[in-house]
C-alpha cells in the first residue's frame, strides 16, 4: 500500500506551554490533528475553570485550522468539589489530569497520597470525569526503570478498586506490565506516544547520552517496547495515541540537569504511519490514531480525511523549530518514508 486516507486524527495529550512558545508550537497539532487533551503542567498550574479558559484563549490565538482544545485541570489535593464541577458543567475543563508529587516537568504541586483525594475521585465517578493519570511511583526507593509498575501495583489497583465506573487514561505507557493491566481492567485504557513506540532506552543511552532522547515515564528496554508496538498495531479499542509533544528549549535539555520532555508533535503522525507499515498494519492505524481516542473519551468522530503518501525517498526532517527559543524536533533512528499527499 502507498497511500493511506484517514479521519483526522487527534492528541490525546500534548503540552503547549504559555507565552511567547505558543506561536511556535501550537500550529504544529494544529496543523495535525483534529483534536487535543491539552496538559494544564504550566507555572502556576491550570487549577480552576476559569484559569483554563483564559489559557484556551491563549492557545486559539494561534490556531488556523479547527483543532479542537479539550482543556484539563491539575488535580491538587486542595481541588474543591465544587471548583470541579462548575469547571466541568460549564464545558471549561474536559478531564482532570493526576501528577503524583515530583513526577515529572512542573508536579510540585502534585499528589502525595491517594487517601487524600478520595472524595473528588468519588465526585469523578459520579459525574463520568475522565481521570488521566501520570503513571509513576514516585517514591525515592524505587528505581526509576521501575515506577510505572509500582504505580500500577501500589496505586492504581487501589484506585481501579475503589472506583470500578472511574473512566481512567493511564497515559503516555512504557512497560509490558502497563499494557497487561490494562487488558485485564475493566475501566482503564491507555495512550501511547510516537516516541516511545520508535525508541528504547539503547537508543538515549548508547554510544553517548541523547538528552532529547530524555522524557518521563523515562524509555524503557527493547521487550517492552516490542510489547507496546504489538498492543497499538492490533488495533484494541483500549489503546489510542497521546503524543506527549513536550517542547523544553535547547539549552534546558543539554543541561548538566536537563528536562524531561520530548517534542515531536512536527512529525508524529508520519513516524506512527511508518511503525505501522513496518510491522504490515496500516490497515489498524485509523483506530490507533483517529477511533479509538475517540470512542473512549465519548466523542464524535473528526469530518476530515487526511491522506498519507509513501515517497521513494525517506523524508527529510527539520532538526529545529522556533527562531529566538529553539526547540529540537524529534526524529527516530529509522527512515520515515510517510509524508502528507498534499506536499
Ligand atoms: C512532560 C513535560 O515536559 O511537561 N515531560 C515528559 O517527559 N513527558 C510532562 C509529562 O507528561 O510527564
Ligand atoms: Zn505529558
Same mark, same amino acid.
Given at each position: 500500500m502507498n497511500k493511506i486516507?484517514?479521519?483526522?486524527?487527534?492528541?490525546?495529550?500534548?503540552?503547549?506551554?504559555?507565552?511567547?512558545?505558543?506561536? +511556535?508550537?501550537?500550529?504544529?497539532?494544529?496543523?495535525? %490533528?483534529?483534536?487535543?487533551?491539552?496538559?494544564? $503542567?504550566?507555572?502556576?498550574?491550570?487549577?480552576?475553570?476559569?484559569?483554563?479558559?483564559? =489559557?484556551? #484563549?491563549?492557545?486559539? #490565538?494561534?490556531?488556523? $485550522?479547527?483543532?479542537?482544545?479539550?482543556?484539563?485541570? =491539575?488535580l491538587t489535593e486542595n481541588l474543591k468539589k465544587h471548583t470541579l464541577i462548575n469547571a =466541568? #458543567?460549564?464545558?471549561?475543563? %474536559?478531564?482532570?489530569k493526576l501528577y503524583p508529587l515530583g513526577a515529572t516537568t512542573n508536579s510540585e504541586n502534585g499528589i502525595k497520597d491517594v487517601e487524600n483525594i478520595i472524595e473528588i475521585l468519588s465526585t469523578m465517578e459520579e459525574n463520568d470525569i475522565p481521570l488521566l493519570i501520570h503513571g509513576e511511583d514516585t517514591n525515592p526507593e524505587i528505581d526509576i526503570f521501575d515506577r510505572e509498575k509500582s504505580f500500577l501495583d501500589k496505586v492504581l489497583t487501589k484506585i481501579t478498586q475503589n472506583f470500578p465506573k472511574l473512566r481512567i487514561t493511564l497515559e503516555h505507557i512504557t512497560t509490558k506490565e502497563a499494557v497487561q493491566f490494562i487488558l485485564s481492567s475493566k475501566n482503564v485504557v491507555g495512550s501511547i506516544t510516537p516516541h516511545h513506540l520508535a525508541s528504547n532506552r539503547n537508543e538515549m543511552l548508547v554510544g553517548g547520552i541523547r538528552p532529547h532522547l530524555y522524557c518521563l515515564p523515562i524509555l524503557k528496554r527493547d521487550i517492552h517496547q516490542q510489547e507496546l508496538i504489538k498492543i497499538a498495531i492490533s488495533g484494541n479499542k483500549k489503546f489510542f495515541l497521546g503524543t506527549d509533544s513536550a517542547p523544553h528549549e535547547i539549552k534546558l535539555k543539554e543541561n548538566e540537569c536537563g528536562c524531561a520532555g520530548v517534542f515531536n508533535a512536527p512529525y508524529s503522525l508520519q513516524i506512527i504511519t511508518q511503525i505501522f507499515d513496518?510491522? $504490515?498494519?496500516?490497515?489498524?492505524?485509523? $483506530?490507533?490514531?483517529?477511533?479509538?481516542? +475517540?470512542?473512549h473519551y465519548k466523542l464524535p468522530n473528526n469530518k476530515k480525511k487526511v491522506s498519507l503518501k509513501k515517497f521513494k525517498n525517506p523524508i527529510k526532517f527539520n532538526d529545529y523549530l522556533g527562531s529566538k527559543i529553539k526547540f529540537k524536533i524529534y526524529k527516530p533512528q529509522f527512515s520515515i518514508f510517510w509524508d502528507y499527499d498534499n506536499k
Open positions: 486516507t484517514l479521519i483526522q486524527p487527534d492528541d490525546w495529550h500534548v503540552h503547549f506551554r504559555d507565552g511567547d512558545i505558543l506561536k +511556535t508550537v501550537v500550529p504544529e497539532t494544529d496543523k495535525n %490533528f483534529g483534536k487535543c487533551i491539552v496538559m494544564p $503542567n504550566l507555572v502556576p498550574p491550570i487549577i480552576n475553570g476559569q484559569m483554563a479558559n483564559e =489559557y484556551k #484563549k491563549r492557545i486559539s #490565538k494561534f490556531l488556523k $485550522n479547527n483543532l479542537n482544545l479539550l482543556m484539563t485541570i =491539575y =466541568y #458543567k460549564t464545558k471549561q475543563v %474536559f478531564a482532570v513496518n510491522h $504490515n498494519a496500516l490497515n489498524k492505524l485509523e $483506530n490507533f490514531v483517529s477511533i479509538n481516542g +475517540t470512542k
